[in-house]
């Protein structure tokens, strides 16, 4: 693989004399503007500001999809359709722009949104309307806007905008990709969703510090399985087994942000994150209103160590240890 810094402008997808931009110049956007993502502001190091093109992301709870860059077949096939229904059912997909599984999920995304908004023109009477309103997809990159990193994904990029999603980063213009943008872009992604999905990912992959952000930040995590002789698996694998929600299509992914409610599932856009509480906390208080107080059915229904259950009760941390047993 080609190493960002070590590439001419062009084919580091940043604008040169003389060309056009594939996107419109970003609008600068700060924590005081209007809709601005409120769980942002209480994820470690928050952004001091963003820059965008397209519409700001509000309405739809958000629901991140990502995994390597060289991905299985089979595993962009899955992240093309899986996203294409969630962005039919009203979920704002998010991914990075990079290529492989990322691209998968925004390509199927801006399909299914705009399948949603032809099925929604076709329908003649308010009875036949669909359920839900499609929302378009989000990329968040890691080089300064207008310029698009990688530049093979211009085209998808301006799809995205054109279908009314967004394109963002915390780099001003002209920032080149550097290497290190793109683990701290990472927190972003996961910052603004309800849940996070990992496709294919190796043990040490910026998909698996995308998992951790969002462990860190209360999100819910959830795992594609695959061959267990597979490398590019064993991520996937690790996070199952650390209680990561194991699924295999769109309706799996629904379910667990349904169980957040209302109010989790509008973490996205309405900042449900509580500053200062675990994962296992937030989980802890969700079970706590669904099966009342009893530290037995507690234990039962979250499958922890009693060690890790009566530190979250407390309001303790628990080290991996605990986690794993």
């Given at each position: 693989?080609e190493?960002?810094?070590?590439?001419?402008?062009?084919?580091?997808?940043?604008?040169?004399?003389?060309?056009?931009?594939?996107?419109?110049?970003?609008?600068?956007?700060?924590?005081?503007?209007?809709?601005?993502?409120?769980?942002?502001?209480?994820?470690?190091?928050?952004?001091?500001?963003?820059?965008?093109?397209?519409?700001?992301?509000?309405?739809?709870?958000?629901?991140?999809?990502?995994?390597?860059?060289?991905?299985?077949?089979?595993?962009?096939?899955?992240a093309?359709?899986?996203?294409a229904?969630?962005?039919?059912?009203?979920?704002?997909?998010?991914?990075?722009?990079?290529?492989?599984?990322d691209?998968?999920?925004?390509?199927?995304?801006?399909?299914?949104?705009?399948?949603?908004?032809r099925?929604?023109?076709?329908?003649?009477?308010?009875?036949?309307?669909p359920?839900?309103?499609?929302a378009?997809?989000?990329?968040?990159?890691?080089?300064?806007?207008?310029?698009?990193?990688?530049?093979?994904?211009?085209?998808?990029?301006?799809?995205?905008?054109?279908?009314?999603?967004?394109?963002?980063?915390?780099?001003?213009?002209?920032?080149?990709?550097?290497?290190?943008?793109?683990?701290?872009?990472?927190?972003?992604?996961?910052?603004?969703?309800?849940a996070?999905?990992?496709?294919?990912?190796?043990?040490?992959?910026?998909?698996?510090?995308?998992?951790?952000?969002?462990?860190?930040?209360?999100?819910?995590?959830?795992?594609?399985?695959?061959?267990?002789?597979?490398?590019?698996?064993?991520?996937?694998?690790?996070?199952?087994?650390?209680?990561?929600?194991?699924?295999?299509?769109?309706?799996?992914?629904?379910?667990?942000?349904?169980?957040?409610?209302?109010?989790?599932?509008?973490?996205?856009?309405?900042?449900?994150?509580?500053?200062?509480?675990?994962?296992?906390?937030?989980?802890?208080?969700?079970?706590?209103?669904?099966?009342?107080?009893?530290?037995?059915?507690?234990?039962?229904?979250?499958?922890?160590?009693?060690?890790?259950?009566?530190?979250?009760?407390?309001?303790?941390?628990?080290?991996?240890?605990?986690?794993?047993?």
């Amino acid at each position: 693989m080609e190493h960002p810094d070590s590439l001419r402008p062009e084919r580091r997808g940043e604008s040169t004399v003389g060309s056009s931009s594939t996107v419109e110049d970003p609008r600068r956007w700060i924590p005081n503007c209007h809709q601005w993502p409120e769980p942002l502001r209480w994820i470690d190091r928050p952004p001091q500001e963003l820059w965008i093109c397209g519409n700001k992301p509000v309405g739809p709870p958000i629901i991140a999809i990502v995994g390597s860059r060289k991905a299985s077949v089979a595993g962009l096939r899955w992240a093309f359709q899986v996203a294409a229904e969630l962005s039919r059912s009203g979920f704002r997909v998010v991914s990075g722009l990079a290529l492989g599984i990322d691209a998968a999920a925004l390509e199927g995304a801006v399909l299914g949104c705009e399948e949603g908004k032809r099925s929604a023109v076709q329908n003649l009477t308010p009875s036949q309307a669909p359920s839900f309103v499609p929302a378009p997809p989000m990329a968040l990159l890691g080089n300064g806007l207008p310029a698009i990193y990688p530049a093979k994904n211009r085209p998808l990029a301006r799809r995205i905008v054109q279908c009314g999603g967004a394109l963002i980063s915390e780099y001003p213009p002209g920032a080149a990709p550097r290497p290190h943008h793109f683990p701290h872009r990472n927190r972003l992604i996961s910052g603004c969703s309800v849940a996070v999905v990992v496709v294919e990912a190796t043990l040490r992959s910026g998909s698996m510090g995308t998992a951790r952000h969002a462990l860190d930040q209360g999100c819910e995590v959830c795992a594609v399985p695959g061959p267990v002789e597979s490398d590019s698996h064993q991520g996937c694998h690790l996070l199952i087994r650390d209680g990561a929600h194991l699924v295999i299509c769109a309706r799996d992914i629904i379910e667990v942000c349904a169980g957040l409610g209302v109010a989790g599932c509008r973490a996205g856009i309405e900042g449900t994150a509580h500053k200062g509480l675990s994962a296992d906390q937030r989980r802890l208080e969700r079970e706590r209103k669904l099966h009342g107080d009893d530290l037995c059915r507690l234990h039962e229904v979250t499958g922890w160590s009693p060690i890790r259950l009566l530190r979250a009760w407390s309001g303790g941390a628990f080290d991996r240890s605990d986690s794993e047993s």
